[in-house]
């Protein structure tokens, strides 16, 4: 028998779970970045600046952006690394790669895309200086299956990236819990006409490993020096590790 999951606060069949998040990105793809900029009030830009300014990349870098939809990160590794590097945009969702390649396009960015479940990714061993993966993790359906692919295609000495939501600071927990079920669906509602999908969301940010956790993901799958740097009070944080 199939074994179980979680999809949010519903428990689903594991076989079941990447249909039902492909619905929910599907559904919100057009209106994807103008809903991060509502509800996050626009600190979405200030994790993802923050994760580009202090990742190190170099010129000439390989970076891999893993569930990169509409490509925040990947537009910045690729300010960042230079005609001589390569950044790859991926995701397994082909609505939000989409939108994403065609806004890099508008932008003048031609990177290479790739419609990539992050569980199997199409790529060599040992080839990207530096992989990231930003508010994807939580969605996928093997962590451990993902964090091993990443550790995979990293050369040694390379490092992993994941911003995420996380365990915020628990006085602030009442009001994010009252903004996340409350303000979000409806938010979701007028904007995107689908509240379930910002239901998802906040659920499934409730599911999600909490910072030592994924520390101790990362370290299971291989990583070296994990360490995790909260931003907004643990609304989010970023994980940072090495293949060595
Ligand atoms: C919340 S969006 C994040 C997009 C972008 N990284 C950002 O920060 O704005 C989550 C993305 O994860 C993608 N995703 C979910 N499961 C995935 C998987 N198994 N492999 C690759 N991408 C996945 C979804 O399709 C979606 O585009």
């Known amino acids: 028998m199939d074994k179980t ?3 949010g606060f519903k428990s689903v069949a594991e076989s079941e779970k990447a249909g039902k998040v492909a619905e929910v990105f599907h559904s919100v793809a057009q209106k994807y970045d103008v809903m991060n900029d509502l509800m996050s009030g626009g600190l979405h830009r200030i994790w993802k600046h923050f994760t580009l300014n202090t990742a190190g990349v170099r010129r000439g870098d390989k970076v891999l952006d893993i569930a990169g939809g509409t490509g925040d990160l990947a537009r910045g590794w690729a300010k960042r690394v230079g005609k001589e590097g390569e950044v790859w945009l991926t995701d397994i969702n082909s609505s939000m790669l989409t939108v994403g390649r065609d806004r890099l396009l508008d932008e003048g960015l031609m ?10 990714l199409p790529f060599p061993d040992n080839y990207f200086n530096l992989v990231s993966v930003a508010f994807g993790l939580r969605n996928m359906t093997h962590k451990d299956a993902a964090l091993a692919e990443m550790y995979r295609v990293l050369k040694p000495g390379g490092k992993l990236l994941v911003l995420e939501f996380s365990k915020v ?15 979000l669906p409806v938010m979701g509602k007028l904007v995107a006409n689908d ?50």
């Open 169 to 183: 600071w628990k006085p602030l927990s009442p009001v994010y819990d009252f903004y996340s079920f409350k303000a």
């Open 111 to 120: 990177l290479p895309v790739s419609l990539a479940d992050a569980e199997k």
């Open 195 to 244: 509240a379930d999908s910002y239901q998802y969301l906040a659920e499934s940010i409730r599911m999600h490993p909490d910072q030592e956790t994924l520390k101790q993901l990362m370290l299971d799958a291989g990583f070296g020096k994990v360490d995790y740097h909260n931003l907004s009070a643990g609304v989010v944080a970023l994980h940072k590790g090495f293949k060595f």
């Open 5 to 7: 999951t979680h999809f």
